[in-house]
């Protein structure tokens, strides 16, 4: 295991179409983070799972992005309709339970642009 | 709400000169501090968090509860400590412990 794992790394796609991002948590870890990053900006939480539960969202998630962890370990996040706004990098990381979950693992993150 | 602020997105040193790198927090609880850097062409990581009291390379983050301040010091700055270099919080309780933050600080030390 060689960390968080992202697929793509990249995606250009035009605004309006749909896509989907992978994360591969590290295998123990049962925590699972979605951040989102614009330029010259830190990272922002958009979404967090416990095992396949989705626990938290941020008010960044709006209506067109959803995401799922359906065996409580790879996580899908999707876009529906995208915009040029969401033009980003998005980076998954991962932890493990509550003692340790201070401590994230992240992903080299997808690089997405919306023309 | 919460809130991360470094003020300096850039910050130039020379080798051997001592560097700071400031952080100021905004939340309305006890929060952790830590603070993440990102090498060129490599993934974000951990360096240091406040509870841990630690020095990891050198570098070390001393939590100023009434400046609201956790500033990263390192005495002689050394060339591989060039990247950029992330401030965080997240809070103690609640399940989630998301992080939150800063814009980040471009540290380049200079031969």
């Known amino acids: 295991d060689t960390g968080v794992s992202q697929n793509p790394r990249h995606k250009i796609t035009k605004r309006g179409q749909n896509v989907t991002f992978r994360c591969d948590p590290i295998?123990?870890?049962?925590?699972l983070y979605w951040y989102r990053q614009t330029l010259g900006q830190g990272p922002e939480f958009l979404t967090y799972?416990?095992?396949?539960?989705?626990?938290?969202k941020s008010r960044l998630l709006s209506d067109r992005f959803s995401a799922e962890r359906p065996k409580g370990s790879f996580s899908t996040l999707e876009i529906q309709r995208t915009e040029q706004g969401d033009s980003a990098m998005y980076l998954c990381?991962?932890?493990?339970?509550?003692?340790?979950?201070?401590?994230?693992?992240f992903g080299p993150g997808t690089r997405l642009t919306v023309t | 709400a919460q809130r991360v602020t470094q003020p300096e997105k850039l910050l130039s040193v020379f080798k051997g000169a001592p560097v700071e790198l400031k952080c100021n927090y905004s939340y309305s609880g006890s929060p952790e501090l830590f603070w993440y850097v990102q090498y060129s062409r490599q993934r974000l990581q951990l360096l240091l968090r406040h509870i841990s009291r630690e020095s990891i390379k050198g570098f070390t983050a001393d939590l100023n509860k009434g400046e609201t301040s956790f500033h990263l010091k390192k005495p002689f700055a050394q060339e591989e400590d060039s990247a950029m270099y992330y401030c965080a919080l997240s809070p103690i309780s609640g399940s989630a412990r998301q992080l939150t933050f800063g814009s980040g600080t471009q540290l380049t030390v200079l031969p």
């Open positions: 799972f416990q095992n396949e539960a989705q626990l938290e």
């Open positions: 990381a991962s932890s493990l339970g509550s003692l340790r979950a201070y401590e994230q693992y």
């Open positions: 295998s123990e870890h049962n925590r």
